[in-house]
């Protein structure tokens, strides 16, 4: 009931507003403020928002698609649309900072079918900003932008393929002629809003070229370069190029792939790894279909080695197999023994200022209306690599609903929605 409804309350005759006291008494001393001032609001849910130190019950306010107030209390009856969050997690939107989502109908990843669909996948595990990594490139980034970017509910951002014509696959993405520094930064520079770094990937020979160029476009831009080492060449040692040939704020992605020499013979981690986190360098878990396993993953959690963004890879591949989506992977480090609150982290704040775009992966009142809201399950559940290995962990995030710029983009159970009765109609439809 809004405030106009109520209103007419206030008018009626003594005798009938004593059988409807409350109701009248209510409107009497509902003063202006209790018109509904906003429009979303998730009561009682466990509030982690790294970025700002809550880790507590909170209440969290929106309006016009902006963080309205975040509070331990806000009265239910300022809200258009209330969901009870109790017993759940409340975290920003996730980010995720590695995924594939030029979707089409030539290539793979490129206008391809390996990638998917941004909103057909990210919005049902938490995410609601993801970052494509490389699968556009200079050449066909207006096309993937046109086709997909503009059309996509969740926000996507971009790592521009230091290769022209992106990930098109097989000997496209070994051509070195096809790997300038100058159109990949000129393109990242005519779209700041969305390109947000550079991309080496699946690189094969023994040259140094495509990771230079690479760093000499994020350096032209003013922005960071992730790096899919490719094929493991002695040549170009892992050691070296995190210590010598990215610049702190760039990203080595598949950090616990072991496939190009994470893991030393001795079951410890190279020392190269340590190495570039103390320089700035960035890791990231970029799952996907072949770049995380457990034989890598374990022995570095028990270096302390957490990766500082967790992400998926996301394609068709990696997401029918052991990766699945968001909030399977960061069950896995939860698996590992990473506390809820790292994990969170690593999903939200970290990769937003990874990436430049502080604005994102908080909830500060007058951010964006991106969050989450996670059940954190307990039972048995069984985590199996890209390797086919499978560990055991006794809990896992489930997402329940995810709200993007305000509005409720999944809603597992149905939280914010009316409960039917008979005669309640059929309203205006599913929006
Ligand atoms: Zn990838």
Not at 175 to 203: F, R, S
Not at 242 to 270: C, F, M, Q, V, W
Request: hydrophobic content about 40%.
């Amino acid at each position: 009931m809004n405030l106009r409804a109520r209103a007419g309350w206030a008018v009626v005759p003594t005798v009938l507003s004593l059988l409807v006291g409350v109701s009248a008494a209510a409107a009497g001393t509902t003063p202006a403020a209790r018109e509904p001032q906003y429009d979303l609001l998730i009561r009682r849910g466990h509030v982690i928002d790294p970025k700002n130190g809550t880790d507590a019950l909170r209440d969290v306010a929106v309006k016009d698609g902006k963080i309205a107030k975040v509070a331990e209390r806000i009265d239910a009856r300022e809200a258009e649309r209330t969901v009870d969050a109790s017993g759940k997690y409340v975290t920003p939107g996730l980010i995720d900072l590695h995924a594939h989502l030029f979707t089409g109908p030539e290539g793979a990843y490129a206008d391809g079918f390996q990638s998917v669909a941004p909103d057909g996948f990210t919005f049902r595990s938490g995410v609601t900003t993801a970052v494509d990594t490389g699968s556009a490139g200079a050449s066909n980034f207006a096309q993937f932008k046109k086709n997909v970017i503009d059309r996509s509910k969740t926000r996507v951002l971009a790592f521009l393929n230091i290769v022209g014509k992106g990930m098109a696959g097989g000997d496209f993405e070994q051509d070195l002629n096809d790997m300038q520094a100058g159109p990949a930064a000129e393109v990242a520079l005519q779209y700041p809003e969305i390109v947000v770094g550079i991309k080496t990937a699946h690189y094969e020979g023994p040259e140094w070229d495509a990771v230079e160029r690479s760093v000499e476009a994020g350096e032209k831009a003013d922005i960071p370069v992730m790096v899919d080492f490719g094929a493991n060449r002695p040549e170009r040692p892992l050691a070296q190029l995190l210590t010598e040939k990215l610049r702190p704020g760039d990203i080595y992605s598949h950090a616990y792939s072991g496939n190009r020499g994470e893991l030393g013979a001795d079951g410890k981690l190279n020392p190269g790894l340590h190495a570039g986190r103390e320089r700035g360098v960035l890791f990231d878990v970029g799952h996907g279909g072949g770049s995380f396993a457990w034989e890598v993953a374990v022995p570095a959690m028990k270096e302390r080695f957490q990766p500082d963004t967790i992400s998926t890879d996301l394609h068709i591949t990696s997401m029918n197999g052991g990766m699945k989506d968001m909030a399977n992977v960061m069950s896995k480090f939860l698996a590992l023994g990473m506390p809820l609150k790292d994990v969170v982290a690593a999903s939200t704040w970290r990769p937003a200022q990874a990436i430049g775009h502080e604005e994102l992966g908080h909830l500060s009142v007058g951010a964006p209306a991106d969050l989450s809201v996670f059940t954190l399950e307990k039972g048995r559940f069984g985590f199996v690599d890209s390797f086919g290995f499978r560990i055991d962990g006794k809990q896992k995030l489930l997402c329940e609903l995810t709200v993007r710029g305000g509005e409720v983009v999944w809603d597992l159970n149905g939280r914010a929605a009316q409960v039917w009765k008979p005669g309640s109609g059929q309203g205006d439809g599913e929006h």
